[in-house]
């Protein structure tokens, strides 16, 4: 029995049990893996304390951070379940169950798929969802970047390094990110932007060698030997079971980082909290531990 059961391991999850063991909180931590969206990320300029770092060197510096305390941590486990009978909230994963005297739901968020002809036969066959992990392998490749908002940005910065050519295919009739993105890639010869455009199908043989988009009526073919797919993420809370979750699937938070079932606390990307971004994931699950403090010290 944990005093506490953290489900995640990215900025929220790492901080809320670095700020649980400082209380003395027996804490358990189950996690797919480490670093959540952080590892995934571009550049980042704007993590207080550094002027610049890539996500994954970000992520490393989280998990030394949390490694150096006595942290009990589940790796490459996927939660199924979460309930809670009487005062006693129970975790199922795929490979055993936990249970603890309270939940801190850190999950984050993951990509959004297309749900196109072609997608799920050319994943990881020159399809993919982080430009970060798999940039390099297409240096000198014409490529496409699907979405307008910042995480399709940051892939395309980091493609204008790499690739030949990028093809940014945005739904929305302007590119949505930050200014300053917008204007790196807008001022690169090797981007070409197709707003109010949409993906029709994922083209190719054994490896992806075409797109096709529609614009309006008109359909186009875009002969292109990557894809990457930037269109926004969704919440890992599937498994949250009565939790009240909003119209996203968001976990609902008070500003004591609690849910809607007592005992059972959320932080960070897979909660309705706006804006999704690093330093507020880390604040939130500071918050997030520190009311699991009082809430296990007011229950004693």
Known sequence: M?????????????????????KRISTLVITGDIGGQAALS??????????????????????????????????????????????????????????????????????????????????N???????????????GKDVAVIGGGNSALDAAIQLIKIARKIYIINAAGQLTGDPVMRDIVLQSPKASVFNSSHVTAILGEKMVNAIKIKKDNTEETLSVQGVFVEIGLMPNS????????????????????????????????????????????????????????KYLIHRS
């Open 42 to 123: 571009g550049d980042v300029e704007n993590y207080t304390g550094y002027q610049f770092i890539s996500g994954p060197e970000l992520a490393l510096k989280f998990e030394e951070h949390l490694r150096r305390f006595d942290i009990v941590l589940k790796e490459k486990e996927e939660v199924r379940q979460l309930n809670k009978l009487d005062d006693v909230v129970r975790v199922r994963t795929d490979k055993g169950v936990y249970e603890g005297k309270s939940v801190i739901i850190a999950s984050g968020k993951r990509s959004r798929e297309l749900g196109v002809p072609g997608e799920k036969e050319f994943k």
């Open 2 to 22: 944990y005093e506490l059961i953290i489900i995640g391991a990215g900025p929220a999850g790492i901080t809320a049990a670095i700020y649980a063991v400082r």
């Open 238 to 293: 599937e498994f949250s079971g009565d939790v009240e979750k909003n119209r996203y699937g968001e976990i609902k938070v008070n500003p004591y980082n609690e849910t809607s079932i007592p005992g059972i606390f959320a932080a960070g990307d897979v909660t309705d909290v706006p804006e999704k971004q690093i330093v507020i994931a880390a604040g939130e699950g500071s918050k997030a531990a520190l009311s699991v403090f």
């Open 125 to 139: 066959k020159g399809l993919t969802y982080c430009a970060t992990c798999d940039a390099p392998i297409f240096a």
